[in-house]
C-alpha cells in the first residue's frame, strides 16, 4: 500500500471515466462532465443539488479552491440540462398529477446525427456501464467541455446503424433542439400580435425598455430605447424590484402603453428572452431588415458570427458542433468545422430568417 498524490489520484478518477489523464483532470469541464454523468446513474431522479455534492463533495483535498469548484460543476450541470444529458421534470404526485418540485433525471443514451455524418451522443450509461460505447468506438470520442462528439471514420461506415444495434435512442434535430417548427416570419409575427389583440389594457409600465426595429440589426445594444413618441408594438423589457428584467411584448400610443403580453407565455418551454429574441427575429425579417450572420474562414474550420442574441434553442445546436470563438465586431461566434457550414447557412436562413453578409457588407464594416 502506498499514498497516492493528488495529481494521481486525478489522474486516476479519469481513468475511470473514460478520458484522457495526460490532457484532463478532475477540475476540467470535461472530467467535471463525466463525473455528473457517472453520478447521475446512480442517483437520479434527484434534485440538483444532490447531483452537485455528489461531485463536489469527494473533491475536498484535491482543489485549491473548492467554492470556485463548486461553481464551475454548477455551472456544467446547468449545460448538462440545456444539451440533454439530463432531464429537469417535475415530480409525480401519488395521484400521478405533477409537484411544485422539480427533479433531474438521466437521458436514456441516445443520439443525433448531422447531415455531415458527425453524431452527437446524449444521455447517460446505465449504472453497471462505465460507457454507452464499446471500446473501439469509445476511443473515438471528441470531449468538448459537456459535449461528446463522434465522426465517421470513413465516408461508407454506418455510424447510425451501428448505434442503434447498441441500444441507443435516435433523436431527430427538431426532437432534440425543442425549437418551434419552421415556418414564415409573418406567421410568427401574427401569432404574438393576435395574443396581443386580447391582452387587458395595461397603461402605466415602469421602467419599460423597446426594442427599436428601426435601428441598425448588427448592433443590438444600441437597439435599446425608452418611450417616448413611439406608436405601435415592439419587443419590450421591463424592470422589477427583485430579480431580472421581464420580457414581453407591448403595444404603444405616442409613447404611452396600451397593452402588454408577458413572455414567456403560459404553458411555454422557452425562457421569456428566449421568445423575445425569437420574435424581433421574425419582426426584423418581415420588416425587409433581418438579422444578419456572417462566415470568415479560419484554417480547416469557418468562424460564424452573429450580432443579436439567439435562442437558447439555436445556441444549444452551435455548442454541440463548435467552440466559442473571439471575434470583434460581433456579439457572439462559433468556430465549426467547414463539413458543418451548408447545413448551419440553410438553418440561420430557415430558422431564424437571418440573412448572410456579403463581401460588400464586409467593406462596409
Same mark, same amino acid.
Given at each position: 500500500?502506498?499514498?497516492?498524490?493528488?495529481? $494521481?489520484?486525478?489522474?486516476?478518477?479519469?481513468?475511470?471515466?473514460?478520458?484522457?489523464?495526460?490532457?484532463?483532470?478532475?477540475?476540467?469541464?470535461?472530467?467535471?462532465?463525466?463525473?455528473?454523468?457517472?453520478?447521475?446513474?446512480?442517483?437520479?431522479?434527484?434534485?440538483?443539488?444532490?447531483?452537485?455534492?455528489?461531485?463536489?463533495?469527494p473533491l475536498r483535498g484535491l482543489v485549491l479552491d473548492l467554492e470556485k469548484a463548486k461553481e464551475l460543476v454548477q455551472e456544467t450541470l446547468e449545460a448538462m440540462i440545456s444539451h440533454g444529458d439530463v432531464l429537469e421534470q417535475? $415530480?409525480?404526485? $401519488?395521484?400521478?398529477?405533477?409537484? =411544485?418540485?422539480?427533479?433531474?433525471?438521466?437521458?436514456?443514451?441516445?443520439?443525433?446525427?448531422?447531415?455531415?455524418?458527425?453524431?452527437?451522443?446524449?444521455?447517460?450509461?446505465?449504472? /453497471?456501464?462505465?460507457?454507452?460505447?464499446?471500446?473501439?468506438?469509445?476511443?473515438?470520442?471528441?470531449?468538448?467541455?459537456?459535449?461528446?462528439?463522434?465522426?465517421?471514420?470513413?465516408?461508407?461506415?454506418?455510424?447510425?446503424?451501428? !448505434?442503434?444495434?447498441?441500444?441507443?435512442?435516435?433523436?431527430?434535430?427538431?426532437?432534440?433542439?425543442?425549437?418551434?417548427?419552421?415556418?414564415?416570419?409573418?406567421?410568427?409575427? =401574427?401569432?404574438?400580435?393576435?395574443?396581443?389583440?386580447?391582452?387587458?389594457?395595461?397603461?402605466?409600465?415602469?421602467?419599460?425598455? !423597446?426594442?427599436?426595429?428601426?435601428?441598425?440589426?448588427?448592433?443590438?445594444?444600441?437597439?435599446?430605447?425608452?418611450?417616448?413618441?413611439?406608436?405601435?408594438?415592439?419587443?419590450? #423589457?421591463?424592470?422589477? =424590484?427583485?430579480?431580472?428584467?421581464?420580457?414581453?411584448?407591448?403595444?404603444?400610443?405616442?409613447?404611452?402603453?396600451? #397593452?402588454?403580453? /408577458?413572455?414567456?407565455?403560459?404553458?411555454?418551454?422557452?425562457?421569456?428572452?428566449?421568445?423575445?429574441?425569437?420574435?424581433?427575429?421574425?419582426?426584423?425579417?418581415?420588416?425587409?431588415?433581418?438579422? #444578419?450572420?456572417?462566415?470568415?474562414?479560419?484554417?480547416?474550420?469557418?468562424?460564424?458570427?452573429?450580432?443579436?442574441?439567439?435562442?437558447?434553442?439555436?445556441?444549444?445546436?452551435? /455548442?454541440?458542433?463548435?467552440?466559442?470563438?473571439?471575434?470583434?465586431?460581433?456579439?457572439?461566434?462559433?468556430?465549426?468545422?467547414?463539413?458543418?457550414?451548408?447545413?448551419?447557412?440553410?438553418?440561420?436562413? $430557415?430558422?431564424?430568417?437571418?440573412?448572410?453578409?456579403?463581401?460588400?457588407?464586409? #467593406?462596409?464594416?
Amino acid at each position: 500500500m502506498r499514498r497516492l498524490t493528488v495529481e $494521481e489520484v486525478h489522474a486516476q478518477k479519469i481513468r475511470e471515466l473514460g478520458l484522457d489523464p495526460k490532457a484532463l483532470d478532475l477540475t476540467t469541464p470535461e472530467g467535471i462532465a463525466g463525473a455528473l454523468r457517472r453520478v447521475a446513474s446512480y442517483l437520479c431522479p434527484c434534485s440538483s443539488a444532490t447531483l452537485v455534492c455528489a461531485v463536489v463533495d469527494p473533491l475536498r483535498g484535491l482543489v485549491l479552491d473548492l467554492e470556485k469548484a463548486k461553481e464551475l460543476v454548477q455551472e456544467t450541470l446547468e449545460a448538462m440540462i440545456s444539451h440533454g444529458d439530463v432531464l429537469e421534470q417535475p $415530480e409525480l404526485q $401519488e395521484d400521478g398529477s405533477p409537484s =411544485a418540485r422539480v427533479l433531474l433525471y438521466a437521458a436514456p443514451a441516445s443520439f443525433v446525427v448531422r447531415q455531415s455524418g458527425l453524431v452527437v451522443l446524449l444521455g447517460v450509461a446505465a449504472a /453497471d456501464q462505465v460507457s454507452l460505447l464499446p471500446s473501439e468506438l469509445e476511443c473515438r470520442i471528441q470531449y468538448f467541455g459537456h459535449v461528446r462528439r463522434l465522426s465517421p471514420s470513413s465516408g461508407t461506415e454506418d455510424l447510425r446503424g451501428e !448505434l442503434r444495434q447498441l441500444g441507443l435512442f435516435e433523436l431527430t434535430s427538431d426532437a432534440w433542439l425543442k425549437g418551434p417548427k419552421p415556418s414564415a416570419a409573418s406567421q410568427a409575427v =401574427a401569432a404574438s400580435d393576435q395574443a396581443l389583440d386580447v391582452a387587458p389594457p395595461s397603461r402605466d409600465i415602469p421602467g419599460l425598455q !423597446l426594442l427599436d426595429p428601426a435601428k441598425p440589426v448588427r448592433y443590438y445594444r444600441g437597439r435599446w430605447t425608452e418611450p417616448k413618441a413611439q406608436t405601435g408594438r415592439f419587443v419590450a #423589457r421591463r424592470q422589477q =424590484a427583485y430579480g431580472a428584467d421581464l420580457w414581453g411584448y407591448v403595444q404603444l400610443t405616442n409613447g404611452q402603453p396600451e #397593452r402588454m403580453i /408577458d413572455f414567456p407565455k403560459w404553458g411555454s418551454r422557452w425562457r421569456g428572452c428566449d421568445e423575445a429574441w425569437y420574435l424581433q427575429m421574425a419582426i426584423d425579417a418581415k420588416r425587409g431588415s433581418p438579422q #444578419r450572420f456572417r462566415v470568415t474562414p479560419s484554417g480547416d474550420a469557418v468562424v460564424l458570427e452573429f450580432f443579436s442574441p439567439a435562442p437558447a434553442w439555436a445556441r444549444r445546436r452551435w /455548442d454541440a458542433i463548435g467552440e466559442p470563438a473571439p471575434s470583434a465586431g460581433s456579439l457572439f461566434a462559433y468556430r465549426i468545422p467547414k463539413t458543418e457550414i451548408e447545413e448551419e447557412r440553410r438553418f440561420a436562413r $430557415e430558422a431564424l430568417w437571418l440573412e448572410e453578409m456579403t463581401s460588400s457588407d464586409r #467593406r462596409g464594416t
